[in-house]
């Protein structure tokens, strides 16, 4: 029996539940989950304090999630990276996305919160659109951050998918912690973009 009561999230990771300390589920996942959080706290007192503040409830959500395995976990995890995809591309456009449709997306994603790729199909998407917003960008040290961002989202998503299509050949190389490494390297790198 674990910890947390018995798993019930839509997607299962590649770390084996329990293996390095009987109260946090997936371990590696996890700690580098709290990454989010040091990426944000140089942030909270600029003009980007909303996304900070919001990468924090990524990080705590990101924790929830891998140390219970649970699917309160999984919503806050979720919800706060499509939130927080949302407040970026608000900052990066001039012409503001309207709340309604942040609060279409929060309705959308809790009416099929437990079919996962409902999910990763409005993650993808609001990536490419902050990828896309990000193409005019002219100055050099903001095409470096700029392609940082790009670049590390990219190497994230591949280790990503390998962690949840290959476990079994390569589970004891934690990959989707690294996901939140090089995602937690670009955030920084966009956040840093979007403070100038």
């Given at each position: ?97 309207p ?10 994603y ?17 990536i ?15 095409k ?34 690294f ?18």
């Open positions: 029996m674990s910890f947390w009561g018995e798993k019930d999230t839509s997607i299962t990771f590649c770390e084996k539940p329990y293996n390095k300390n009987m109260f946090i589920a997936e371990f590696y996942n996890t700690i580098s989950g709290s990454l989010y959080i040091f990426v944000a706290i140089p942030f909270l007192k600029t003009k980007i304090n909303d996304i900070a503040i919001c990468s924090i409830f990524l990080g705590l959500g990101t924790m929830l999630l891998h140390m219970t395995q649970r699917i309160y976990g999984q919503i806050c995890d979720e919800l706060s990276m499509l939130c927080l995809c949302y407040l970026i591309l608000n900052k990066i456009n001039s012409i503001k996305y709340k309604k449709i942040l609060f279409l997306i929060i309705f959308t809790l009416q099929n919160y437990m079919n996962f790729i409902y999910f990763v199909s409005m993650f993808t998407v609001k490419f659109f902050i990828i896309y917003e990000c193409r005019n960008i002219k100055n050099k040290k903001e470096y951050k700029r392609n940082i961002f790009i670049s590390s989202m990219g190497i994230g998503t591949f280790l990503w998918l390998l962690d949840q299509h290959y476990c079994n050949y390569i589970v004891m190389y934690h990959l989707h912690a996901w939140h490494l090089f995602t937690s390297i670009g955030l920084l790198s966009g956040l840093s973009l979007l403070k100038d």
